[in-house]
């Protein structure tokens, strides 16, 4: 069984002048259990759309968004419960501790409250911030706050994980930090993941497939296969290649299509 079907998607939003803006036209792909896929982009296109519609956030206008059995719908509470969502800014609550910020989750999932410290510490620990479980969000760097955030995402054990440019804000040494601490949970955790990214390196560094994606109103433009053993080297010449070949076809093809 797939655990995310995408089967046609089409969205438009209503403008201002009661005109509409259509944003996706006919989105079909499949995640398979465990696998790593990214979505790759130009800015606009419409791949926040795409995951609000996955976490029941949005409704589309047509299609199917399907989580294992579950066909999501936006507005009820049949969302699954252990679908894990990493927005672009960590959107931490800064009035609580690092380990108060996750209690919440962990509540909110139903994880038993005996297990909540191990769980932290365990998490906490994978990304090197053990010692700043006490700490509160705003005494630590950027880069530190968004591993905290996958943490959150990540202590609730999802078997679904959506993460929205999670490492856009951050400077390049951090962010290929991260990077590294996002694979080593990744890898524990057997999450199905659905990452949006506009960075190719990025998509091509940490992904099983990376989905390529039409300018507005999107729709999938190539399926990348990423057959790469890990752990993988962001100067490895295989990677630098596929990231070329993927960076060259996009402006062929995609920007092309869009100026046209
Ligand atoms: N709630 C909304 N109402 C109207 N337009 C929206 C709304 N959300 C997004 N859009 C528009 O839909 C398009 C796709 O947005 P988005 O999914 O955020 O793109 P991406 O994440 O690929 O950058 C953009 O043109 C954006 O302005
Ligand atoms: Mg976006």
Redesign the pocket.
């Known amino acids: 069984m797939h655990p995310i079907r995408v089967e046609g998607l089409s969205l438009s ?1 209503p403008g201002r002048d009661g005109s509409s ?1 259509p ?1 996706l036209d006919n989105v079909s792909f499949d995640v398979g259990p465990g696998e790593f896929v990214s979505l790759l ?1 130009p ?7 795409l995951l609000n519609i996955a976490a029941g956030l949005l409704a589309p206008d047509a299609g199917v968004m399907r989580i294992g059995d579950l066909v999501i719908r936006a507005g009820t509470s049949e969302v699954p419960p252990r679908v894990g969502y990493v927005f672009q800014s960590p959107r931490l609550l800064n009035w609580l501790t690092v380990a108060e910020n996750i209690n919440l989750v962990l509540d909110a999932a139903g994880t038993p409250r005996e297990r909540w410290d191990a769980v932290i510490d365990h998490y906490l620990g994978m990304v090197g911030l053990a010692d700043f479980r006490n700490k509160y969000p705003l005494e630590l760097s950027g880069g530190m706050q968004h591993r905290v955030a996958l943490v959150r995402a990540l202590a609730i054990e999802p078997q679904i994980l959506l993460m929205d440019e999670p490492l856009g804000a951050l400077d390049a040494i951090t962010a290929h930090r991260v990077r590294q601490d996002l694979v080593r949970l990744w890898q524990a955790s057997k999450a199905t993941v659905l990452f ?1 990214t506009h960075n190719i390196a990025e998509a091509v560094q940490l992904s099983d497939r990376v989905m390529l994606f039409y300018d ?1 109103p999107t729709s999938v433009y190539r399926d990348v296969p990423v057959p790469f053993e890990r752990p993988r080297k962001t100067t490895d010449p295989k990677l630098l290649e596929l990231e070329a070949a993927i960076t060259e076809d996009f402006f062929a093809n995609i920007i092309r299509a869009t100026a046209a």
């Open positions: 939003f803006l944003v982009g800015s606009g296109c419409g791949k926040s759309t949006v507005r």
